[in-house]
C-alpha cells in the first residue's frame, strides 16, 4: 500500500510539473520578443523550415512555424494566437468576415499540382487537355484508349484499360487549386461540383493525402489522380503534360510553375493562377500566403515585435527565395515580388508605416 | 506491551486512517472526474452542432449528400458504412476470438507455448493503428483486389470488405483476452463434476464453459465493437473515401470517424465544421446506444 501511495504521489507530483512546464513553455514563447510564432499550411512546411532556420542562424530570431494545415492556421490568426498564419488559398468571404479588421496576403512561393497515372508501357508524360481531365474526373471518359485522348497523343501506345479516378479524402489546399482549375476550365464542374478544399466528387477512390493517392495509382494500372509536384519529383512519379490556355503542353516544372505567376496581379495578391495567361506558365497552379492583420497594434503587442515581423517577411520574399528550387518550389515571379512588396509596405502600427 | 510500542503503534494506524481516507477521496474524485469530462464531451458536442441542427435538421440523419462546396450534409452513407464495417469486422473476429479464448483458457492454460501465444495475441492490439492502415494498403489490398478479379466484381481493392478484416485483426485481442480470463475462472468443481458423468472435453466446454462465462464473452464482443466503432486511421486508408451509400460490401464507402479525420482540419465554414461535429455527436449516441442494448443482453444472460 504505501509503495502504491508513493507512487501516486510522485506520480501527481511529476504530472502537476509536466503541467506546470507546457504553461510555462507557452507564456515564454508569448511573451519573448525574440520568438515569432507562426502556424498553417503543411505544404509550405518543409521550405519555412529551411528558411526559418537559415534567419535564425543569421539574426537570432526564432520562428516557431506549426504545420497543422490552412484552416487551422487561419483559425489561429483569427484567435490572435500567431503573430502570422499561412494559406494555401485566399480567405473565403466567411473567414474574412470572422476577421472584421482587414488582413493581408503576402504570397511566399507557388506550387503546382500534377496529374500522375499508372499506364503500363511507355507512356511518359501522356499530353491531356483541359476539357479531357474535366471528363475523367467527372467520371464521363471511362477508358483510356478514348478517342479523345487517343488523338492528342498520336506517338503513345496508350492501353485500352478502364480509368479508375483517385482524389484526396482530406480537405486540402491541393484540391482547393485543383478544384479551382476544374471549374475554371469546365463549366459543368462549375454547376456540378465547384471548387473547395474538399468536395462532392462525382467519380473514383479518396486517398489520404498525398501518399495516399500515389499509393492508389502505383498500385491499380489505369488509375489516374493528381498530387503536389514536390510530391512527384520526389517519387518519380510519371505526371502529364497539360494544354495551357494558349494551346501550349506544358511540362510541370519549377519553371513554368513560376512562369505561371509571371501575369497581372491585383493589388492584394489574392489571385488563383490557375489556367495561366502566361504563354509558358502551367495551368494548375497556385500561390501559398502568409496572413497578418493590416494594423499590427493589437493585443498589447509591441511595436518591435511588429517591426520583427515584417522584416521577416520582407527577408522571405527577397533573400528566402533562394531557398525554394533546392526544395522543387518556384519562386515569386518578378510581377510577384512586387506585388508583395507593396503590400508589406502597407502594414501600419498605429496607423503609421512600419517598413 | 511497553508505553513507547503502544504509542508508535497507534500513531502510525492513525496515520493508516488518514491515508485510508486520502485514498478513498482520491478515488472518489477521479471518480467524478471521468463522469464530468464525458458529460463536458456530449455537451461540447451538442453546443457546436446547433448550428447544423438548426440548418439542416433531422433531415441531416438521412439524406445522402455530402458537398461542403453548397453546403448540403447528410450522415446516411458514413452511418451506414460505420455499422456495416463494424459489424462486419465482428463477424470476422469473433470465430478467431473464441478460438483463442478457449484454447488459451481451457486446453493450454500454462507453459511457455500458452504464454507465447497470449503475448503475441497482446501485442496485436498495441500496434498503432496507422501501421495496420499501411500493411493493409501495400499488402491486402493487392491481396483483396486478386480475390475480386476471381469472384468477378469491380477490383478495387479497398473498400467496405478490406477495412472490415483490417478491423477484425484489430479487435481479435479484445474479446480473446477478456474470453481467456473468464474461461479460466470457471471453478473446477463444475468441470470434474461434468467429467465425472463421462462428458467428454468438448462437451465440457459447450455444456459447463460456455453457457458459465457468456455474459463475460458478450462483453469481449461489446468491447471490440466499441474499438471497431471508432477505429479511423487503418480505416480511412483503405476505405475508399467515397461519400455514397456503398452498393456492395465489396464497394468503396466512408466511415463517421475517417470523415471527421479527413476533413475536419480544412473545414473552413461554420456549417461546415459544424456538420462535421454533429457527426462526431452521432458516433457518440451510436455507441451509447450500442454499449445500453449489450448490457441489456449481458444481464438478461445473468439472470436467466
Known amino acids: 500500500m504505501q509503495t502504491f501511495f508513493k507512487s501516486l504521489k510522485q506520480g501527481l507530483a511529476a504530472s502537476v510539473l509536466l503541467a506546470a512546464a507546457i504553461t510555462n513553455v507557452q507564456l515564454v514563447t508569448a511573451q519573448d520578443d525574440k520568438t515569432l510564432l507562426g502556424a498553417g499550411s503543411s505544404f509550405i512546411n518543409p521550405l519555412f523550415s529551411k528558411m526559418f532556420a537559415d534567419y535564425n542562424a543569421k539574426t537570432g530570431i526564432q520562428v516557431n512555424y506549426q504545420s497543422i494545415g490552412s484552416g487551422g492556421g487561419i483559425l489561429q490568426l483569427t484567435n490572435k494566437t500567431v503573430d502570422f498564419g499561412a494559406s494555401d488559398g485566399p480567405l473565403n468571404d466567411e473567414q474574412t468576415a470572422k476577421f472584421g479588421v482587414p488582413v ?64 484526396r479524402s482530406d480537405g486540402s489546399g491541393t484540391t482547393n487549386i485543383f478544384t479551382n482549375y476544374l471549374s475554371k476550365v469546365s463549366a459543368e464542374w462549375k454547376s456540378k461540383v465547384g471548387s473547395a478544399g474538399a468536395v462532392n466528387w ?133 510581377e510577384a515580388q512586387k506585388i508583395a512588396e507593396k503590400i508589406l509596405k502597407s502594414a501600419t502600427y498605429d496607423g503609421k508605416a512600419i517598413l | 506491551m511497553n508505553d513507547q510500542k503502544l504509542k508508535t503503534k497507534t500513531r502510525s494506524s492513525s496515520g493508516m486512517i488518514r491515508a485510508e481516507s486520502i485514498f478513498k477521496r482520491s478515488l472518489i474524485a477521479v471518480g467524478i472526474a471521468m463522469v464530468l469530462l464525458v458529460a463536458g464531451l456530449m455537451i461540447t458536442l451538442i453546443i457546436e452542432s446547433v448550428p447544423s441542427m438548426k440548418n439542416l435538421g433531422l433531415k441531416y440523419l438521412w439524406s445522402k449528400t455530402w458537398d461542403p462546396v453548397n453546403n448540403v450534409y447528410g450522415a446516411l452513407p458514413f452511418l451506414i458504412g460505420t455499422l456495416l464495417t463494424s459489424f462486419l469486422a465482428l463477424i470476422i473476429s469473433i470465430p478467431f476470438s473464441f478460438a483463442i479464448a478457449i484454447y488459451l483458457g481451457e486446453y493450454n492454460p500454462k507453459g511457455w507455448l500458452s504464454n507465447f501465444l497470449k503475448n503475441t495475441v497482446e501485442l496485436i492490439a498495441a500496434v ?67 467429467y465425472s458423468l463421462g462428458a467428454t472435453r468438448y462437451e465440457v466446454i459447450k455444456n459447463v464453459i460456455l453457457p458459465y462465462t457468456k455474459s463475460g464473452l458478450f462483453a469481449g464482443i461489446l468491447l471490440s465493437l466499441g474499438r471497431a466503432l471508432g477505429e479511423t486511421m487503418a480505416v480511412t486508408m483503405v476505405i475508399g473515401n467515397t461519400s455514397m451509400i456503398p452498393d456492395s460490401i465489396f464497394g468503396p464507402g466512408n466511415t463517421m470517424a475517417s470523415v471527421i479525420a479527413n476533413e475536419f482540419t480544412e473545414a473552413d465554414h461554420t456549417l461546415y465544421l459544424s456538420a462535421l461535429i454533429e457527426l462526431g455527436l452521432v458516433l457518440f449516441v451510436v455507441t451509447v446506444v450500442i454499449n445500453m442494448i449489450g448490457k441489456r443482453i449481458i444481464k438478461r444472460f445473468t439472470n436467466e
Open chain 1, 202 to 334: 462525382p467519380a473514383g477512390l479518396g486517398g489520404k493525402g498525398n501518399e495516399g493517392v500515389a499509393g492508389l495509382v502505383k498500385q491499380t494500372p489505369g488509375a489516374v489522380g493528381y498530387v503536389e509536384l514536390i510530391y512527384a519529383l520526389q517519387n518519380k512519379m510519371d505526371y502529364a503534360k497539360i494544354q495551357n490556355k494558349k494551346g501550349k503542353f506544358i511540362i510541370p516544372s519549377i519553371a513554368s510553375v513560376t512562369s505561371a505567376g509571371n501575369v497581372k496581379m491585383p493589388d492584394d495578391a489574392k489571385i488563383f493562377i490557375t489556367d495561366t495567361d502566361a504563354p509558358d506558365g502551367y495551368p494548375i497552379a497556385g500561390f501559398t500566403w502568409v496572413l497578418i492583420y493590416k494594423e499590427q497594434n493589437y493585443n498589447g503587442r509591441s511595436k518591435d515585435r511588429a517591426t520583427k515581423l515584417l522584416k521577416l517577411l520582407w527577408w522571405n520574399i527577397h533573400e528566402g527565395q533562394a531557398f525554394t528550387q533546392p526544395l522543387n518550389y518556384s519562386p515569386l515571379s518578378k
Open chain 1, 104 to 167: 493581408l496576403h503576402i504570397p511566399q512561393a507557388s506550387g503546382a499540382v500534377v496529374i500522375t497515372y499508372n499506364l503500363p508501357g511507355n507512356n511518359n508524360n501522356i499530353n491531356l487537355t483541359p476539357d479531357i481531365i474535366a471528363d475523367i474526373f467527372l467520371g464521363k471518359i471511362k477508358t483510356w484508349n478514348d478517342a479523345r485522348i487517343t488523338s492528342v497523343n498520336k506517338r503513345m501506345n496508350i492501353p485500352g484499360l478502364p480509368i479508375l479516378v483517385a482524389h
Open chain 2, 128 to 194: 498503432p493503428s496507422v501501421i495496420y492502415g499501411f500493411w493493409g494498403l501495400l499488402v491486402l489490398v493487392p491481396i483483396v483486389r486478386s480475390l475480386e478479379i476471381k469472384v468477378g466484381v469491380l477490383p478495387y481493392g479497398i473498400g467496405i470488405f478490406t477495412a472490415s478484416l483490417i478491423l477484425a485483426v484489430m479487435i481479435i485481442p479484445y474479446a480473446a483476452s477478456l474470453g481467456r480470463e473468464m474461461i479460466r475462472l470457471v471453478p473446477s468443481p463444475l468441470k470434474e463434476g461434468a
